[in-house]
């Protein structure tokens, strides 16, 4: 709910206070990575209170950070990583897949192809640097992390 209020509360009212081609972009892109942040910090400070350590034997337990284990021999790793390739086709192949229509003002490949997209980014490595830690705090270290692996464990 935060990340929700952020992007639909915060970025409007620091879209206000920001200058520049997209204010609303930059402000959804402070505001996306703020929250992802707190998701991390949260999932840590819910840990530690829990398990009384951050000792990473106990974070990688705590949050299922395990290698894959086949379910039949109960063997770690092996043929069970084969399970990866045929992933990462059915990913790919999902790109060709028609999108659900959305409105061109939310669609971020859409705005990066503007001019506006183009002028906030070019030459400007803050924002690259921005962008980047909010992939890695969207993909692996805010909204993994809390919910596959704090929310839905064992």
Known sequence: MPVGLLAWVGAPLLADRLSGLAPLAQALLITLTAGLIWQFVLVMLLVRREQGTLRSTVVRDALWLRAPRSPRTGRRGGRTWLVLPVFLVAFAA?????????????????????????????????????????????????????????????
């Open 94 to 154: 999902d790109q060709f897949v028609p999108a659900l229509p959305t409105p061109s003002a939310r669609d971020m490949m859409t705005f990066l192809d503007s001019h506006a997209g183009h002028a906030l980014l070019a030459g400007s490595w803050g924002w690259f640097a921005l962008i980047a830690v909010l992939g890695g705090f969207n993909t692996v270290l805010g909204e993994e992390l809390l919910f596959r692996g704090y929310l839905l464990r064992a």
